[in-house]
Nanobody
Framework: QVQAEESGGGSVQAGGSLKLSCIID????????LGWFRQAPGQVREGVAA???????TYADFVQGRFKISEYNAENTLYLQMNSLNPEDTAMYYC????????????????????WGQGTQVTVSS
């Protein structure tokens, strides 16, 4: 059973930074994807960033170089460093994971991520 637990959310002012963490237990796939998604009130959930087991990453267009996804294998932890935050980044942020075919490229497609955490709230004030 794969379990994920996010932390690191909070309230910041525009221009500030936050680093989200996600501890993932039970991940035994050799080839896998790890991703961050977000959902703002009244909006559909959208992909933010993803990384696959060989280290390749992908980001949503709105990230525009402000965020960085990374993983620390020794501690089974996924990170999302978020800089230059703006009020439009306010949302519940979720980490997710799933297995992938070997050499698959990273994609922000929820279908590829069957395992999800409960989310951590990020609020950015102007």
């Amino acid at each position: 059973q794969v379990q994920a637990e996010e932390s690191g959310g909070g309230s910041v002012q525009a221009g500030g930074s936050l680093k989200l963490s996600c501890i993932i237990d039970g991940l035994t796939f050799r080839d896998y994807a790890l991703g961050w998604f977000r959902q703002a009130p009244g909006q559909v959930r959208e992909g933010v960033a993803a990384i696959v087991s060989d280290g390749r990453t992908t980001y949503a267009d709105f990230v525009q170089g402000r965020f960085k996804i990374s993983e620390y294998n020794a501690e089974n932890t996924l990170y999302l460093q978020m800089n230059s935050l703006n009020p439009e980044d306010t949302a519940m942020y979720y980490c997710a994971t799933g297995s992938l075919p070997a050499n698959a490229r990273p994609l922000l497609d929820e279908v590829l991520f069957p395992y999800w955490g409960q989310g951590t709230q990020v609020t950015v004030s102007s």
